[in-house]
């Protein structure tokens, strides 16, 4: 395995929403998972993973609360809100529009 | 604005630092499991450590991206918004002075007026469940006359049908009383009202010391018993408790103080009753044939209606109980209608009308001043068209801008709605002051309602005068600025015809305040000049009323009022004087229905009815009223020779229309008296807002009469006369008030206070209207130029005469005004229909008060446009195409 694929400009952002689809997770937690679902293929940066973290909270799509982890430590937990689910639904179907578009243009070109 | 400032950067700092720290803690947190991992992985403490760092990166740098992430909070926003809007508008203090000063001058009227409103016409009364209470009347169905007094003989007859629906009691609320005590102060007359027993029960009012009346003491026969007010007893008994048992005299007769009235206890009706200081049972103080007539209206009725029962449905049931006493009596005086209002109509209907139409005038000055302050907002948005363009060029949001507008003129209204408070505190006071004649007025404060409905209007002034400068921020046209060249492109046209909409607006509702005003300011006037009859100047007149505990006979009242017109006659500086029961403009005095044994008999159910006054042979001549035919009384036409009379001009046309009254005889039919008809005196008025009635005049000298009006003519200064001859009367009777020494000026003047007020009042806010419409003419037109200075430079140059020039902008600032002119003029008819009842002598749409108006403002408007127009006239073309 080569060097670690950046991830695609935009694409953490929907990453992000996804992870917390199912349940509220710590920055660490969230990047854990990413790279366990992708099979160690997408390597979340801590420097982007926190910035775009603050910056959906910003906007809304998710919110923070602090919380004990499973060994009581103080964690800052996030959570998709209702507009979180919102935008991930968009921004899940672009992605599979556009993953779809570029699909047939590698294949079919 | 530095404390504005540094309340937004220490609030900043404030949540910075402390959402740092907890970033610090998440990042560290991130860390350590990281660490933890490369442990449970087999590294050791320091490797792990190590290798932890180097995945994570730089930990600074996340934390300033992380940070470049946050943004600004509402809070910090419009704070920022804030201290923006206030640097903005103290940059131009001048401006921002004037519009803070107009819209707290509008907002002040307002609030004023809406704490008048509030505390008379729509706060409830202080008695127990007042919704219940109501007033009733009698009226007669033909002759569409309303909200007549009532006869005692039929409110028993009333009293009896109602039973369970409602519970009724009498009153006169309008009676006088001369009172002493016996520590020897000197006498004064007091206003009184007499009810029957169950009155206090009927309000549900409790004395707070004694007791109210009971059944036995409302009868002629009981022992005299009065209820003073908590005014009278602090003020003549110190509030001494021991008042109750004690005596006090009323005309000379003693009466057993039973109860005092809690403070705050105030019976105001149309018929008086607000400045009553004490009660008293009716029936013992009524003659015994008043208490049982159909026909003699002295009185009026309160009653509170059982819960569930509408008054509608009393009225009609009462009736049809005054329809079976019409069928049984049917003389001319005996009515056929029941009919009545709440108790707080009653009191207040009278100033409704005159009232509202202030406030809707009020609101009027508001709307304009916020279409100014708001046109004004406008001009400055439009000066900072290219700030704005470049702004929303670089990102800025349209909310952004549209909030920055709305905090400018939150901030100036907010400044107006301080000042307006004060103005209004102010007003209000003068207001009391001035309307003591005005029922409920003495409730009249700003409380926490009219604070409220303050700060509503702030609200609503700010939003309104805001929006319509945020309306002029088209998104559209935001960046036009941009895209038209510096040069020659004069301001966008559709902004400044939005203005000379605001202005046609402005001008409108000016116009009919104007004509309204100018309706009503010339009804005061033709009031004010309205004849009595009689010259009015130099007049003092005074009243006195002999008790019959020491003037029982008739010929000691007759004596009694011979010496003092005597005396008067004989105070250095009286010209004339006379003696009459009510003097001219003083009020109704009392009517009788006669009949004249010369003609044949009425129908039955029609009768004569004329207004009853009694003079001494002297009247005539001191008042100045002219004896047209036959003489006036004689030296001898007293006590039993009193048996003749004069007539009125007005009592000779209508009662003898082809004949010689003289010689004829008119008889009262309540007496039964038959007096001579030996003279014809001229018509005089009995209310300055009135037509002349009927009028017979009988000698003074004679008729047992004991209420008299001294009345003294003097050529020069006569208010000096009012102590010398009060001395008179005191030397002959210590124990006898005087009381209502006024003169005749002053009595025209109480009878138009409300019509002077109303007018006077409105035409101040009219003209203050006036002075805002032509400072928005001027505003608009001046900016207008200077949009226009490039062009109007070109035109100049290119030969452009400046009479051109002149007309040229003169035309475009009075097209508004002209259009505003029509549709004001419009709108004034209407309006001028609606204020019909308060006007005088006048038609609502009287011709004189539209074309005065209508040049008035043209004037004004043409004064307003001619400067900027002359400015733009002068201009120097070179200097006008170099303006940037």
Known sequence: MGKPTDLVQGTLDLLILRTLANEPRHGWAIAKRIQQISNEVLQVQQGSLYPALHRLEQQGWITAKWAENETGRQAKFYRLTSGGRKQLENETANWKRLSSAINLVVEEG | ?884
């Not at chain 2, 035409?763 to 505003?779: D, P, Q, S, T």
């Not at chain 2, 309006?831 to 539209?850: C, E, H, M, N």
């Open chain 2, 1 to 884: 604005m530095r404390w504005l400032h540094k309340l937004r950067t220490q609030l900043a700092t404030l949540r910075r630092s402390r959402a740092g720290t907890q970033l610090d803690t998440e990042l560290r947190f991130h860390l350590d499991q990281q660490i933890e991992e490369n442990l449970a992985a087999g590294m050791n403490a320091g490797e792990a450590r190590r290798a932890a760092i180097h995945t994570f990166g730089h930990l600074g740098t996340i934390q300033e991206e992380t940070r470049s992430t946050w943004s600004w909070t509402s809070v910090e926003f419009f704070l920022r918004d804030l201290s923006l809007g206030v640097r903005s508008l103290s940059r131009s203090l001048g401006l921002t002075c004037t519009a803070i000063l107009v819209i707290g001058l509008a907002l002040g009227g307002n609030i004023a007026i809406f704490a008048v409103v509030r505390s008379v016409l729509l706060k409830p009364l202080p008695f127990h469940d007042p919704s219940r209470l109501i007033v009733l009347y009698e009226a007669k169905q033909k002759e569409q006359a309303v909200n007549l007094p009532i006869a005692a003989g039929s409110f028993w007859d009333w009293q009896r049908a109602a039973g369970k629906s409602a519970e009724l009691a009498l009153l006169d609320p309008s009676k006088k009383y001369d009172l002493s005590t016996k520590g020897g102060e000197l006498p004064e007359k007091i206003d009184a009202g007499s009810a029957s027993w169950n009155f206090f029960h009927v309000l549900g009012v409790q004395p707070v010391l004694g007791r109210g009346f009971s059944p036995p003491d409302d009868s002629l026969s009981a022992p005299a018993t009065v209820i003073i007010t908590d005014s009278l007893w602090r003020r003549r008994f110190n509030s001494d408790p021991a008042v109750i048992g004690s005596e006090l005299s009323l005309n000379g007769r003693p009466y057993a103080v039973i109860g005092v009235l809690p403070s705050w206890f105030k019976y105001e009706g149309r018929m008086g009753g607000g400045r009553n200081q004490i009660w008293l049972p009716i029936q013992h103080e009524s003659a015994a044939s008043l208490m049982h007539t159909y026909d003699e209206h002295e009185f009026v009725a309160v009653g509170r209606l059982a819960p569930g029962v509408p008054e509608s449905a009393l009225f009609h049931q009462l009736t049809a109980v005054q329809r079976q006493i019409k069928a049984a009596h049917p003389g001319p005086a005996v009515r056929d209608t029941v009919m009545g209002h709440s108790l707080l109509d009653d009191a207040v209907s009278d100033y409704r009308t005159p009232l509202l139409i202030i406030f809707a005038a009020t609101g009027c000055v508001l709307l304009i001043a916020c279409l100014n302050v708001g046109s004004l907002l406008v001009a400055r948005t439009a000066a900072r068209r290219k700030e704005l363009a470049i702004r929303t060029a670089v990102g800025a949001r349209r909310m952004r801008l549209l909030r920055e507008r709305l905090i400018e003129s939150f901030l100036l209204s907010t400044g107006g709605g301080l000042v307006g408070v004060f103005i209004a505190s102010g007003a209000v006071s003068w207001l009391v002051h001035t309307r003591q004649d005005m029922n409920r007025v003495d409730g009249i404060h700003i409380d926490a309602t009219v604070v409220a409905f303050a700060a509503g209007a702030v609200v609503l002034c700010a939003l309104f005068s805001g929006l319509i400068s945020v309306w002029s921020i088209n998104s559209k046209s935001l960046l036009a600025p941009l895209q038209e060249s510096s040069r020659g492109n004069s301001g966008g046209h559709s902004r400044s015809g939005q203005r000379r909409t605001l202005l046609a607006a402005e001008v409108g509702l000016t116009v009919i305040l104007l004509v309204g005003a100018g309706l009503l300011l010339k009804s005061y006037l033709r009031l004010r000049i309205t004849d009595l009859g009689i010259s009015s100047d130099n007049v003092l007149t005074m009243q006195f009323n002999l008790p019959d505990v020491r003037y029982g006979e008739p010929a000691q009242k007759a004596e009694f009022m011979e010496e003092i017109l005597r005396g008067v006659r004989a105070v250095p500086g009286v010209e004339k004087a006379g003696l009459i029961t009510t003097a001219p403009g003083q009020g109704w005095g009392g009517d009788f229905l006669i009949s004249i044994p010369e003609h044949p008999p009425l129908p039955a159910g029609a009768g004569l009815d004329v207004l009853i006054r009694a003079a001494d042979p002297g009247y005539f001549a001191a008042a100045g009223i002219p004896v047209l035919r036959g003489r006036t009384f004689e030296a001898g036409e007293r006590l039993d020779h009193a048996d003749v009379a004069l007539i009125s001009q007005n009592a000779a046309n209508s009662f003898f229309r082809d004949e010689d009254p003289l010689g004829k005889h008119i008889r009262l039919d309540y007496t039964g008296k038959v007096y001579r008809i030996v003279g014809v005196a001229g018509d005089t008025r009995w209310s300055v807002s009135q037509p002349e009635k009927p009028m017979l005049y009988m000698p003074i000298f004679g008729n047992d009469l004991r209420f008299g009006t001294l009345f003294v003519r003097s050529s020069r200064n006569v208010e000096a006369l009012s102590v010398p001859i009060q001395r008179v009367v005191n030397a002959m009777d210590r124990e006898l008030p005087v009381s209502n020494v006024e003169t005749l000026h002053e009595t025209i003047g109480r009878s138009t206070l409300g019509s002077q007020f109303n007018s006077l009042l409105v035409m101040a806010f009219a003209v203050i209207a006036l002075v805002l419409a032509a400072a928005g003419l001027y505003g608009v037109l001046a900016y207008l130029v200077t949009q226009r200075t490039n062009e109007l430079g070109v035109r100049i140059a290119l030969g452009a005469r400046r009479t051109q020039i002149l007309h040229l902008v003169l035309v475009d600032g009075l097209r508004p005004a002209v259009l505003g002119l029509v549709a004001g003029l419009a709108g004034s008819a209407a309006v001028a229909k609606l204020i019909r009842s308060l006007l005088y002598g006048i038609q609502p749409w009287d011709a004189t008060v539209f074309l005065t108006v209508a040049t008035v403002l043209l004037a004004v408007a043409v004064f307003a446009c001619t400067i900027p127009a002359w400015r733009a006239s002068k201009l120097d073309p070179l200097q006008a195409l170099r303006v940037e």
